[in-house]
Structure formats: structure tokens, C-alpha cells
């Protein structure tokens, strides 16, 4: 488990984070496809929070595409960086979320955020400001459409709907299994759209959520619950 530290010049501010957000929101890189769905690696990555002992933990967890099985996982846990404003949340996960990443053996390939990328009131979620920062290919995948609004999809596995900022289609509602609530898929960095909802049904195989959400959610807890009975 790693420990994290809080990076010097980080936000301390809403003024602040939203700036640090304008300046790096241009260097979103849209016209990629990505790597293909069900080949190579991809990482999942989430936080988990104990807010009344300041502490947060990350995991990121590395599955072969193709099978699902774990190749490599790594933890860390440092303070809470950034206090709780919807739209920030970036800034209170990514200290940790990177250096989760950072700890990993391996390259982590495609990564899978529990949360949104352009599907963010300023187009510029956690999904996207992590593939920024580190040059990945990122994808978010939310268990609800935040602000935005969408169509009921068809209640069969791989329908969709747009998820929709007025007209401007922001990611898409998508159906996991047949009849259960969709997830939202959004773009982060280095993928489409198309791509995004791809890989999210490679990887929700047998449940509504991505296996690699699933993985880092039970880690990151997991880290937590040591963190803070030590």
C-alpha cells in the first residue's frame, strides 16, 4: 500500500480547481478510437472515503481484457486533498487515484472510472482530467446521469440513449443487462464514444457494472477498512 501526500500547489479552493479545470478541459483529446474492446489490459480505478478520519483510499486494478482475470492491483492511502463540492470531486480523488496507478507493475492500458468524463458541467470529469494528466486512455462509467437527461433505452443488453446537455450529447445511457437500470458511459480521453460503450459491455459481463469497477470498489474498501483499523 502506497501512502499519499497531498501535492504541493494543489487547489485549495473552488476558484482554484475550476481554473486548474479551464486550463487543462482543452487538452482533451477526442478524435482517437482507443484500443479495441476485449483485447490487451484495462485498470479499473476508485476511491472509498472515511470522512471522520480524513482519510482516503484508492485502488487500481489491472484485468486481461479478454478473460477478466486479475493481472496486478496496487492501493493508496493518503489524507483527503480537496474538500466535497459536486463537480470537484476530481480534486479529492486524484492524488491517490495516481499514485494507485503509479504503484501498479505493469501499464495499466484502458482506464475505467467510476464517475464521468464529458459528461461534467464543465465537459471535464474525473474520467478526463485523469487521461490528461497521465496521457491514458480513459473512459467514465456512472451509476447515475448526474444533471443530465436521457430516454429510457430499450430494455435489452446494449441498447442505448443519448445523454444529453440540452442538444448536445454528452455520453449515453447504456443497458448492461437486460432489464436493469442503465449505467452512463462518457468519454474521457483518447476514446470514443462508440469505444467507450464497448468496452464498458466487454466488461460488464455478468452484472451491471464493469468488472473492473466491481474490483477496485471491494479493494479500495478493502484498503480503507486497513488504513483505518491500524
Known amino acids: 500500500m502506497t501512502t499519499v501526500r497531498i501535492p504541493e500547489n494543489w487547489p485549495a479552493t473552488e476558484e482554484q480547481a475550476r481554473a ?30 472515511d470522512d471522520a478520519r480524513d482519510v482516503v483510499a484508492a485502488a487500481a486494478v489491472v484485468l486481461d481484457a479478454a478473460g477478466l482475470d486479475v493481472v496486478a492491483e496496487a492501493t493508496a492511502v493518503g489524507r483527503v486533498s480537496f474538500p466535497y463540492v459536486p463537480g470537484l470531486l476530481a480534486f479529492r480523488e486524484l492524488p491517490a487515484v495516481l499514485a494507485a496507478l503509479d504503484a501498479l507493475p505493469c501499464p495499466p492500458g484502458l482506464v475505467v472510472c467510476d464517475g464521468y468524463g464529458l459528461a461534467h458541467p464543465r465537459r471535464f470529469g474525473l474520467a478526463s482530467h485523469l487521461g490528461v494528466l497521465t496521457g491514458l486512455p480513459t473512459i467514465g462509467v ?20 443519448a445523454l444529453l446537455a ?21 468519454v474521457g480521453h483518447r476514446v470514443s464514444l462508440a469505444g467507450a460503450c464497448a468496452h464498458t459491455l466487454a ?8 468488472e473492473t469497477t466491481r474490483r477496485a470498489d471491494a479493494l479500495c474498501r478493502r484498503a480503507l477498512r486497513e488504513a483505518c483499523s491500524a
Open 20 to 49: 486548474v479545470q479551464d486550463e487543462l478541459r482543452a487538452r482533451v483529446i477526442l478524435d482517437e478510437p482507443g484500443p479495441p474492446p476485449g483485447a490487451g489490459r484495462v485498470t479499473g480505478v476508485d476511491v472509498a472515503y
Open 142 to 161: 456512472a451509476k447515475n446521469p448526474f444533471t443530465f437527461t436521457h430516454d429510457e433505452p430499450g430494455t435489452a443488453r446494449g441498447s442505448s440513449s
Open 166 to 186: 440540452g442538444a448536445e450529447e454528452v455520453g449515453r445511457a447504456l443497458r448492461t443487462r437486460d432489464g436493469v437500470k442503465p449505467v452512463f458511459v462518457s
Open 203 to 210: 466488461l460488464a459481463r455478468g452484472y451491471r457494472l464493469p
